[in-house]
């Protein structure tokens, strides 16, 4: 299960925090990695940092063999999702 970290509005519905937004079945192996670069900012004497941060550019999901739903694939590719009226 994953929860929403911050509210958000995903198609009409809103999304409160720590709400589940999306549910797993089966999985059997699942990975969330990221690639961090620290970054510096040097000046005065020596050229030392003065400042550093870390700069978050790739996160990657991952998952074998499990069953996601077509909302919670809707939400992870930030699509819009619609509801069919009058079927």
């Known amino acids: 299960m994953l929860k929403a970290r911050t509210p958000m509005h995903f ?3 809103y999304v ?4 589940p937004v999306l549910y797993f079945e089966n999985i059997n192996i699942s990975l969330l990695s990221e690639k961090n670069t ?3 900012a040097r000046g ?3 050229n030392l940092p003065q400042v550093v941060w870390e700069d978050r550019s790739e996160v990657t999901f ?3 063999e499990g069953i996601l739903s077509s909302i919670g694939m809707g939400i992870l590719l930030s699509a819009d999702v ?3 009226k009058g079927a």
């Open 11 to 13: 198609g009409s519905r």
């Open 16 to 19: 409160e925090a720590d709400e």
């Open 38 to 40: 620290s970054i510096m």
């Open 44 to 46: 005065g004497w020596a």
């Open 62 to 64: 991952s998952l074998s």
């Open 82 to 84: 619609l509801e069919r």
